[in-house]
Structures are given as structure tokens and as C-alpha cells.
């Protein structure tokens, strides 16, 4: 895991650059010289900030995964058990503005996956777990006070996540060049529609009496 490094613009632009190639190339496909010159800095200048390649992996991660928590106002819908009209939107927004703003970051865990396995997984306690439990609770808590469909949170919580971060690249691929929103609000307004017509309880028609004939 990740050694503390001092904090200075040249550890950013290093772990930026590193973010960057990781990303598109792999762990094992990218190399601290290629990072080097991408960032504008010697190898030498790279290992003064960070003693291994690996610690520069996870921290590159790291500052991306920093700003991917619940906001406040979501945070307190949730408190409050608000409604999933209400609070899905803001979900799904925050989903959007990763996917918009940090385009890396699912890139970078799903190489921390294929490429750290365990480490992968102790990783995303630390910084996913938090975030994804939180919604599964509140998934789980309209479930059982009948706002939601009576379904699996955990497998809910996996669904609403997904369709967030794949959705904009599987859209591209059947429309070729479209962005299917306009910004991160519109994405979120309307994942939040579809999920809810999905998951709204399925109201039943009224039973029609059943007269018998007689002949």
C-alpha cells in the first residue's frame, strides 16, 4: 500500500500523470519512465516522491477516490429517510460527476482488480465500502417500508451503481458519438426516473368478481 508522500505540485502532477497512463495502459503495461515523461520530471525526480511504482499506483488511486463520498445533502436524505424521488437524483448525480470529472477512476479500480487482487479488495473497504453500504442501507429501508420493490438492496445498490458509471460508454457504442445527457443533473434526473418505474411496488389491478352463469 501507499507510503505517505509530501504534498507538493510535483507529487501531483506525478500522480496525475500516473493516473492518466495507468488508466488506458494497466499497471504492468505502463512504465515509471513513460510516467516521468508525461509528468515533465527525471525517473530520479519521480523515486524522491515515491519509493516504488506501486506506491504510486495507490496513490494515484487514492486522489481520485478522494472526492467519491455522499454529500452532505444526500448524507442527510438519507438520515432522514427521505424518498427515493429524492434522494436517487442526487445519487445518481454524484455517480455522473465521477464518471464526467474523473473518467480515470473506474478504470483505476478495475486494473487494481485484475492486477492487486487482495489488495483490490482491501482498497475498496477502506474507500468504496463506505458510500456503497450507505445506499444498500437506505435501499434496504424502503424495501421493508414498501417504497421499493421487494428485491435484493445488495443486488439493487450493484444495479444503480453500474448503470451510472457504463451506461455514457455502452450509449456511445450504440450511438456512435452521442453523449446521451447534457450534464451530470440531466443524467441524474433521469437514471433516477428509470430505476424508479423499475423498482416502484407493482400495484396490482382490482380483482373483477367472478359472476356464474347459469344456464
Same mark, same amino acid.
Given at each position: 500500500?501507499?507510503?505517505?508522500?509530501? %504534498?507538493?505540485?510535483?507529487?501531483?502532477?506525478?500522480?496525475?500523470?500516473?493516473?492518466?497512463?495507468?488508466?488506458?495502459?494497466?499497471?504492468?503495461?505502463?512504465?515509471?519512465?513513460?510516467?516521468?515523461?508525461?509528468?515533465?520530471?527525471?525517473?530520479?525526480?519521480?523515486?524522491?516522491?515515491?519509493?516504488?511504482?506501486?506506491?504510486?499506483?495507490?496513490?494515484?488511486?487514492?486522489?481520485?477516490?478522494?472526492?467519491?463520498?455522499?454529500?452532505?445533502?444526500?448524507?442527510?436524505?438519507?438520515?432522514?429517510?427521505?424518498?427515493?424521488?429524492?434522494?436517487?437524483?442526487?445519487?445518481?448525480?454524484?455517480?455522473?460527476?465521477?464518471?464526467?470529472?474523473?473518467?480515470?477512476?473506474?478504470?483505476?479500480?478495475?486494473?487494481?482488480?485484475?492486477?492487486?487482487?487482495?489488495?483490490?479488495?482491501?482498497?475498496?473497504?477502506?474507500?468504496?465500502?463506505?458510500?456503497?453500504?450507505?445506499?444498500?442501507?437506505?435501499?434496504?429501508? %424502503?424495501?421493508?417500508?414498501?417504497?421499493?420493490?421487494?428485491?435484493?438492496?445488495?443486488?439493487?445498490?450493484?444495479?444503480?451503481?453500474?448503470?451510472?458509471?457504463?451506461?455514457?460508454?455502452?450509449?456511445?457504442?450504440?450511438?456512435?458519438?452521442?453523449?446521451?445527457?447534457?450534464?451530470?443533473?440531466?443524467?441524474?434526473?433521469?437514471?433516477?426516473?428509470?430505476?424508479?418505474?423499475?423498482?416502484?411496488?407493482?400495484?396490482?389491478?382490482?380483482?373483477?368478481?367472478?359472476?356464474?352463469?347459469?344456464?
Amino acid at each position: 500500500m501507499p507510503l505517505d508522500t509530501r %504534498n507538493t505540485a510535483t507529487t501531483e502532477k506525478i500522480a496525475l500523470a500516473a493516473a492518466h497512463l495507468f488508466a488506458r495502459q494497466g499497471y504492468h503495461g505502463t512504465s515509471t519512465r513513460e510516467i516521468a515523461r508525461l509528468a515533465d520530471v527525471s525517473e530520479n525526480t519521480l523515486f524522491r516522491h515515491f519509493d516504488h511504482k506501486e506506491d504510486l499506483f495507490w496513490s494515484a488511486l487514492r486522489t481520485h477516490s478522494s472526492g467519491l463520498k455522499l454529500r452532505r445533502d444526500v448524507q442527510e436524505g438519507i438520515a432522514k429517510c427521505d424518498s427515493p424521488e429524492v434522494v436517487f437524483p442526487k445519487f445518481f448525480e454524484l455517480l455522473a460527476d465521477t464518471v464526467n470529472f474523473r473518467p480515470e477512476l473506474p478504470r483505476l479500480i478495475a486494473v487494481a482488480f485484475l492486477e492487486f487482487n487482495w489488495k483490490a479488495n482491501s482498497f475498496c473497504q477502506e474507500h468504496l465500502s463506505p458510500l456503497l453500504s450507505a445506499i444498500s442501507r437506505y435501499v434496504e429501508t %424502503n424495501i421493508k417500508s414498501g417504497r421499493l420493490r421487494d428485491l435484493d438492496p445488495t443486488m439493487v445498490t450493484a444495479a444503480l451503481t453500474m448503470t451510472a458509471l457504463m451506461h455514457p460508454g455502452i450509449s456511445r457504442l450504440i450511438d456512435a458519438g452521442s453523449l446521451p445527457f447534457t450534464d451530470s443533473r440531466d443524467a441524474g434526473r433521469a437514471y433516477a426516473k428509470f430505476w424508479l418505474d423499475v423498482l416502484a411496488p407493482a400495484i396490482l389491478p382490482f380483482p373483477r368478481s367472478v359472476t356464474s352463469r347459469t344456464d
